[in-house]
């Protein structure tokens, strides 16, 4: 099948909009860029997977960003995997980190408990948006309980935005020729119903998250229930799959009623750590008996949580900034 324009690769952001739907999107592949955040860890498999689809869902959210600034994903819940943080520093840079119970992994890989939901168990995902200094931070909070991410993220918009979103996340290892070991790749795409007259009029939003409609007068739109239905039958390895491009599978699920594709916005994995800022946080928040406790064998080490990276300092190096 040939396609009108260049096909993008791998660690890019397509956006689109279906104006015959009243509907915009982005979709999105990763590739080299989630494999070093997922692999630099080397955690279960199951906990790189739900970390990957956090990745993908902050980057599907925070390429939409007009400014500079970050969007922080974080989930704290009493599930094996009970901390995820992943930064989106845009336009372009992502990182991401998630703390888990070793034996409770193991215990729930053992018993086939290994969805996105049963992993994160019960809680709360806060997405807050950080504009710099001088600005207030705006944070969204959505409880986790039994749901997915794809179910939490309709859920977020809804109270947040009340744009109607539906989501689609996919992670997978596959192995590459030649290579010593599988690589870590991800697919992602996030649609959303603007029609032009302004915002459709929405059902009552349920309270165990699902936006399906539940009042008998409510009518869903043509065109997004078209679109989303669509968006409903694309298989978890189509949408990650390295030859089936973000433009080719537009193409594949919206030809008949068309799709505008956008030029493909890059994205890398870039953490923001430094020594800095590492050396200031010493300086400003501990005094000279907290970095003395903090040395070992004459030196402090700090290690980055997102890329491992080592900053070793003289605990009386800071001394002279009193």
Not at 80 to 88: A, S
Not at 171 to 198: F, T, Y
Request: with cysteine.
């Amino acid at each position: 099948m040939g396609l009108d324009r260049p096909e993008s690769g791998d660690d890019a952001v397509v956006p689109f909009t279906l104006e015959k739907l009243d509907t915009r999107g982005r979709i999105l592949h990763l590739g080299a860029s989630l494999d070093a955040i997922l692999s630099r860890h080397n955690y279960p498999a199951p906990v790189a997977r739900l970390l990957g689809e956090a990745v993908v869902l902050t980057a599907l959210i925070g390429s939409s960003l007009k400014f500079e600034g970050r969007l922080i994903l974080q989930t704290q819940t009493d599930g094996p995997v009970n901390l995820i943080v992943v930064d989106f520093d845009a336009p372009d840079g992502m990182r991401g980190y998630a703390r888990f119970d070793h034996d409770m992994v193991l215990k729930a890989a053992e018993e086939g408990r290994t969805s996105p939901a049963e992993l994160l168990g019960k809680g709360h995902l806060a997405m807050t948006i950080d504009q710099g200094a001088h600005t207030e931070r705006y944070q969204g909070i959505v409880a986790l309980d039994g749901h997915s991410l794809e179910e939490v993220a309709h859920t977020y918009f809804l109270q947040s935005e009340q744009i109607p979103t539906q989501v689609r996340l996919a992670v997978a290892q596959m192995s590459v020729k030649g290579d010593h070991r599988p690589r870590w790749r991800a697919g992602g795409m996030l649609i959303q119903h603007l029609p032009e007259g302004g915002l459709v009029r929405m059902a009552d939003l349920p309270g165990d998250g699902n936006f399906e409609n539940t009042d008998p007068n409510f009518q869903e739109a043509n065109g997004w229930a078209e679109a989303r239905s669509m968006l409903a039958t694309v298989a978890d390895i189509e949408l990650a799959d390295p030859e089936v491009s973000p433009e080719r599978l537009l193409f594949r699920l919206y030809h008949e009623t068309g799709v505008r594709v956008f030029p493909p916005m890059p994205l890398e994995e870039r953490c923001t750590c430094s020594a800095d800022r590492i050396e200031e946080m010493l300086a400003n928040n501990f005094s000279d008996e907290e970095r003395e406790d903090m040395a070992v064998n004459g030196e402090i080490e700090v290690v980055c949580e997102f890329c491992s990276s080592a900053y070793r300092f003289n605990p009386h190096q800071f001394q002279v900034k009193h």
